[in-house]
C-alpha cells in the first residue's frame, strides 16, 4: 500500500505545481433578508439585485427572503474571498434598512406561511423553479427551507487529472478516469464529512419558533427568552430537523461509479411515492408539486455532496453528468459561520481544500450500504453530540475515540498542507491547519464551542446575538472598498439579467403543462 507521503512525493514536480495553482473554487452563500426588528422579510426581491433567475452572482433559494450569493470558479482564494465581499456589500446597500441573518438557522418566524415562497418570473423554466419550491413547501414544509448553508465549489483542471492518470499507469479516458477519481472523492467525503461538521458546525442553537410546537424527541435545553440547544451538538441544521430529510434515507443512493450513481438517482425521479401522491399534482389549475416521485428533480436529493456538471440549456443535471462527466464536486455540509461578515473566511476554504485532497488521496475506495450507514452514523452522532469531551465513533466496525481519530487524520491534513505549500511557495495551509488543530483536543474551539461559549457566557439568546451581528456586518460592509466588483459592474450585472429574464419568457413557445411534459418525457 502507497502511504500518503509516498503519494504526496509523486506529485511535487513543477507540472504539478502548475496544475495545483489551477485548482478552482467557488463560493454559493445563502443568507435570509431581515427585518431590522429581526424578523423575516415579507418583502419582494430587490429590484436593484436583478432577475433571480438569471443573474449570475445574486439569486434566491426557497424563498423571496432567502439570498443566494455567488462567485464565479476561480483559482485564487483570496480573489474569491473579494469577490464574495464585494457582492455582499451591493446586495446591502441595495436592500433599504434590511440586512442578511449571520446563522445558519432561521431568525425569529412566527409562522410557515411568513416564509414566501421564490418568484422567477412567468417563463416556463421560472414556473417550474417556483412549483418546485412548492413541492418542497407541501412534502416537507417551510421552515426547513428557511434554513441557510454555505456550498464549497471544488474543482481540480485536466492537466493534473492528465499527469495523476499518467504517472499511475491507466489508460483509460480522460473524462472517464477524472469522473472515476471524483466519485472516489466523493465517496470519502461521505465517510469523512464528520470532520468538517466537527470543526465548521456552527449551529448548535436556534430559536425555539423553528420547531412551531413539533415534537423531535431531542432533549433541548433553553437559554434567554427563547432560545434553545443541545449541550453538546454542532450542526442542528444538518439534523433530522434540517437539510438531511429522513424520508430519503430509503433512496439508497449508491456512489460506486457515476453511472450506478445517475442511475439511483433517475430511479427515484421516476419511481411514484404514495406518500405525496396523496398531496395531488395540480389542483384548481395550480401546481402544487412539479409530480408525484420520490424527487421531484436531481435537487431534491439532500446530501453533504454532489458530484456536478455545468448544465446547457434545457438539459437535467443527470444527463449533463452522463454527457460530459463530473467536472467539479459541491461540498454542502458546511453551516455560516456566524464570526464572519460572510459566512466563510479564507482559513476555512484552505482547511476545505486540504479536506477535499484528503478524502481523494485517501486509500479507501469502496463505500459499501454497510459503510455508508456507518458514516451516516457517525455524522449524526458528530451532529447532535460532536462536542462530546469522550465521544465514540464507529470505524470499520469498531468503537474509536473522536480524539484519536481526529488526531490520525490532522497528521495526514498537515502532510497535505505542507505539500501545497511547497507548490504555492507560501505558508497559508500550514497556518490554516494549526489554527483549527486546537479543536482536535478541545471542543470548545470548534465553531460551534465557540459559539455557545458565547451564548451561555452573555446569558445572551441566539436571536439576539444574531440581530446584533447582522446590524455590525451590515456597517462594516457597507464602508468597505470594492476591490474584485464594483458597484458599476454589479449594477450592469443587475440591468443585464432583467433583460435577459424578459428574453426567456419571450421565447417560451409552449404551454407550462407541455414544457413540464417534454421535460419529464426523457
Known amino acids: 500500500m502507497t502511504t500518503l507521503n509516498q503519494k504526496l512525493g509523486q506529485l511535487r514536480s513543477a507540472q504539478f505545481t502548475t496544475a495545483v495553482k489551477n485548482i478552482q473554487r467557488g463560493i454559493e452563500r445563502e443568507a435570509l433578508r431581515i427585518s431590522p426588528g429581526g424578523r423575516l422579510s415579507q418583502a419582494d426581491h430587490p429590484s436593484a439585485l436583478g432577475s433571480a433567475l438569471t443573474h449570475p452572482y445574486i439569486t434566491t433559494d426557497y424563498s423571496e427572503a432567502l ?18 465581499k464585494d457582492v455582499h456589500k451591493f446586495v446591502l446597500q441595495n436592500i433599504d434598512d434590511e440586512m442578511l441573518w449571520p446563522m445558519s438557522m432561521p431568525c425569529f418566524i412566527q409562522d410557515e406561511d411568513d416564509i414566501r415562497i421564490a418568484q422567477y418570473g412567468h417563463s416556463n423554466i421560472g414556473k417550474m423553479k417556483t412549483t418546485y419550491r412548492m413541492g418542497l413547501k407541501n412534502r416537507y414544509g417551510s421552515m426547513m427551507q428557511a434554513i441557510s448553508g454555505i456550498h464549497y465549489n471544488f474543482s481540480l483542471p485536466k492537466q493534473f487529472w492528465q499527469l495523476k492518470r499518467d504517472l499511475e499507469g491507466e489508460t483509460a479516458p480522460i473524462e472517464d478516469y477524472q469522473s472515476a477519481q471524483y466519485m472516489h472523492l466523493v465517496r470519502n467525503v461521505k465517510r469523512f464529512v464528520w470532520v468538517v461538521t466537527y470543526l465548521f458546525g456552527a449551529s448548535p442553537a436556534m430559536c425555539a419558533s423553528f420547531l412551531q410546537g413539533r415534537e423531535t424527541g431531542l432533549k433541548f435545553e433553553s437559554f434567554g ?37 445517475i442511475d439511483k438517482l433517475r430511479q427515484a425521479i421516476k419511481t411514484e ?10 389542483e384548481s389549475g395550480e401546481y402544487k408539486q412539479l409530480n408525484h416521485n420520490i424527487l421531484q428533480i436531481e435537487n431534491e436529493l439532500y446530501a453533504p455532496v454532489r458530484p456536478k456538471q455545468v448544465t446547457q440549456s434545457g438539459e437535467k443535471p443527470t444527463d ?31 482547511v476545505l481544500d486540504i479536506f477535499l485532497l484528503y478524502c481523494l488521496l485517501n486509500e479507501q475506495s469502496t463505500l459499501s450500504p454497510g459503510q455508508q450507514a456507518e458514516a451516516e452514523q457517525n455524522q449524526d452522532r458528530i451532529v447532535l453530540e460532536g462536542r462530546e469531551p469522550s465521544l465514540e465513533l464507529s470505524h470499520d466496525g469498531e468503537g474509536r475515540l473522536r480524539f484519536e481519530w481526529l488526531t490520525e487524520i490532522f497528521n495526514d491534513f498537515e502532510q497535505i498542507a505542507s505539500w501545497l505549500d511547497g507548490h504555492y511557495g507560501e505558508r497559508n495551509y500550514s497556518e490554516a491547519i494549526a489554527n483549527v488543530k486546537p479543536a482536535v483536543e ?18 445572551v439568546d441566539n436571536g439576539c446575538l444574531g440581530l446584533e451581528l447582522a446590524d455590525l456586518y451590515k456597517k462594516s460592509i457597507v464602508n468597505e472598498g470594492a476591490v474584485e466588483f464594483s458597484g458599476e459592474y454589479l449594477f450592469a450585472k443587475s440591468e443585464s439579467s432583467v433583460e435577459a429574464q424578459g428574453r426567456v419568457e419571450s421565447a417560451d413557445e409552449l404551454s407550462f403543462d407541455q414544457f413540464l411534459a417534454d421535460y419529464f418525457a426523457t
Open 67 to 84: 439570498l443566494e450569493l455567488i462567485t464565479p470558479p476561480s483559482n485564487d482564494i483570496t480573489k474569491t474571498y473579494n469577490q464574495l
Open 225 to 261: 427568552k427563547g432560545s434553545i440547544f443541545l449541550p453538546n451538538a454542532t450542526s442542528l441544521r444538518m439534523s433530522d430537523l434540517g437539510y438531511t430529510n429522513s424520508a430519503q434515507s430509503a433512496l439508497n443512493i449508491e456512489y460506486g461509479s457515476l453511472t450506478q450513481y
Open 442 to 459: 478541545d471542543p470548545n474551539y470548534c465553531l460551534s464551542g465557540q459559539l455557545m461559549s458565547r451564548l451561555l457566557a452573555e446569558q
Open 320 to 350: 449533463a453528468l452522463e454527457n460530459r462527466g463530473i467536472m467539479y464536486v459541491e461540498l454542502r455540509a458546511l453551516d455560516v459561520n456566524p464570526f464572519s461578515p460572510y459566512g466563510i473566511t479564507q482559513e476555512q476554504m484552505r
Open 273 to 282: 411515492s404514495e406518500e405525496y401522491k396523496s398531496i395531488g399534482v395540480k
